[in-house]
């Protein structure tokens, strides 16, 4: 594809039930990065991928949270036992070698109820 | 502390007006310093960033080491230009970390 993609876009969760959030990076882009986006916030650092590795989970939130991207490509985001503070817009990123700009998906807003 | 402030939550001006959306950085070391744009509906997008001193859809923006700054101008604002603008810095592991934003509202 042509862009960053984000599925599902929209997911409604009752507190307690586990989720998956999927991204399809851009195709060759070695960089993966997952945001959390709070309402009238500015996205917040989650997690980060060089290919199949995870170099960084400094901003995942709790234990709750668990990312994977095996294959080096698509990655998933993983909340289980939702709380109602999950609630966010959740953007992931990629980007190639050696480049800075990143390019972001259109993001799942997840709502826990 | 790595951190970006963007002190102001919203900013409307009328068409033809000048704009500069303010930002504020905390780093030590060299920074790296972005613009990103997020039109209504749309995804959050590369405006500009510092190191490619470009103008970009009549926008601007210089780091000011001094006055740790990297303010966004525009000198004749279009309607088009409404959106929420987010300033971020590059953090140690190539991610970005992102001040709160600004919405920018041109009126006609």
């Known amino acids: 594809g042509a862009g960053v993609s984000q599925s599902p876009r929209y997911k409604v969760a009752k507190r307690g039930q586990d989720v998956a959030l999927r991204c399809d990076p851009i195709?060759?882009?070695?960089?993966l990065f997952w945001y959390q986006q709070a309402l009238g916030q500015g996205p917040e650092f989650l997690t980060y991928f060089q290919n199949e590795a995870q170099l960084d989970k400094s901003g995942l939130p709790s234990d709750r949270f668990f990312a994977e991207r095996p294959e080096g490509s698509v990655s998933t985001l993983k909340i289980q036992r939702t709380q109602q503070e999950d609630s966010a817009v959740y953007l992931c990123?990629?980007?190639?070698?050696?480049?800075?700009?990143?390019?972001f998906g259109q993001g799942t807003r997840l709502t826990v109820v | 502390a790595q951190r970006v402030t963007q002190p102001e939550k919203l900013l409307s001006v009328f068409k033809g007006a000048p704009v500069e959306l303010k930002c504020n950085y905390s780093y030590s070391g060299s920074p790296e310093l972005f613009w990103y744009v997020q039109y209504s509906r749309q995804r959050l997008q590369l405006l500009l960033r510092?190191?490619s001193r470009e103008s970009i859809k009549g926008f601007t923006a210089d780091l000011n080491k001094g006055e740790t700054s990297f303010h966004l101008k525009k000198p004749f604002a279009q309607e088009e230009d409404s959106a929420m603008y987010y300033c971020a810095l590059k953090g140690s592991q190539g991610n970005l970390i992102f001040g709160k934003g600004t919405k920018l509202s041109v009126k006609p």
């Open positions: 195709s060759g882009h070695v960089s």
């Open positions: 510092h190191i």
């Open positions: 990123a990629s980007s190639s070698q050696g480049r800075t700009e990143a390019f």
